[in-house]
T-cell receptor, first 114, second 111 residues
Framework: SQTIHQWPATLVQPVGSPLSLECTVEGTSNPNLYWYRQAAGRGLQLLFYSVGIGQISSEVPQNLSASRPQDRQFILSSKKLLLSDSGFYLC?????????????FGPGTRLLVL | SQQGEEDPQALSIQEGENATMNCSYKTSINNLQWYRQNSGRGLVHLILIRSNEREKHSGRLRVTLDTSKKSSSLLITASRAADTASYFCATDKSNDYKLSFGAGTTVTVRA
């Protein structure tokens, strides 16, 4: 069966510090991978998605970046965090080539920038 | 911008009652999905309904889709305290890997 992991679960970082959030998927090959951000009490905002190694599509201009160094690894990074980067970050995957199909979410990382 | 918009924003019901929430969207879709999110957790997929389907059931869940009105509804029958969560609809666009999520309906089931 497939599983998705995210870490860390919670992170408190000062403004201006770097960020690296990691997401890994097990039990599937060449998944589509997604990073979302959720503000408190709000819906999901798609940040990045990837349909293959080294292929990253950015949805929202911001000071975040994403990378996919391996087939089942997706990393969200920032060189300098802003207060507005605080939120709940969710990674998700869907089956390779799946258009509009089910996405499976990780447990999320709660980021607080102070 | 968000494609799907849920209504109402919040819903409080007594255990055993039914809960109904709606989702409206703006452009043509292939599929519409409903997800549940417990507080502080990731989203869990509940049900997917395709554009050529009108109704779908899964356990105590019933989803309808009206493509002419660009709307969907999720009905939870005989609610339980464990159904307390936020519910989101998500829509796709033709030949697009992305889903667009609404802001969600927060459901509270009182014991």
């Amino acid at each position: 069966s497939q599983t998705i992991h995210q870490w860390p679960a919670t992170l408190v970082q000062p403004v201006g510090s770097p960020l690296s959030l990691e997401c890994t998927v097990e039990g599937t090959s060449n998944p589509n991978l997604y990073w979302y951000r959720q503000a408190a009490g709000r819906g999901l905002q798609l940040l990045f998605y990837s349909v293959g190694i080294g292929q990253i599509s950015s949805e929202v201009p911001q000071n975040l970046s994403a990378s996919r160094p391996q087939d089942r690894q997706f990393i969200l990074s920032s060189k300098k965090l802003l207060l507005s980067d605080s939120g709940f970050y969710l990674c998700a995957w869907s089956s390779a080539g799946a258009v509009g199909e089910t996405q499976y979410f990780g447990p999320g990382t709660r980021l607080l920038v102070l | 911008s968000q494609q799907g918009e849920e209504d109402p924003q919040a819903l409080s019901i007594q255990e055993g009652e039914n809960a109904t929430m709606n989702c409206s969207y703006k452009t043509s879709i292939n599929n519409l999905q409903w997800y549940r999110q417990n507080s502080g957790r990731g989203l869990v997929h509940l049900i997917l309904i395709r554009s050529n389907e009108r109704e779908k059931h899964s356990g105590r869940l019933r989803v309808t889709l009206d493509t002419s009105k660009k709307s969907s509804s999720l009905l939870i029958t005989a609610s339980r305290a464990a159904d307390t969560a936020s519910y989101f609809c998500a829509t796709d666009k033709s030949n697009d890997y992305k889903l667009s999520f609404g802001a969600g309906t927060t459901v509270t089931v009182r014991a």
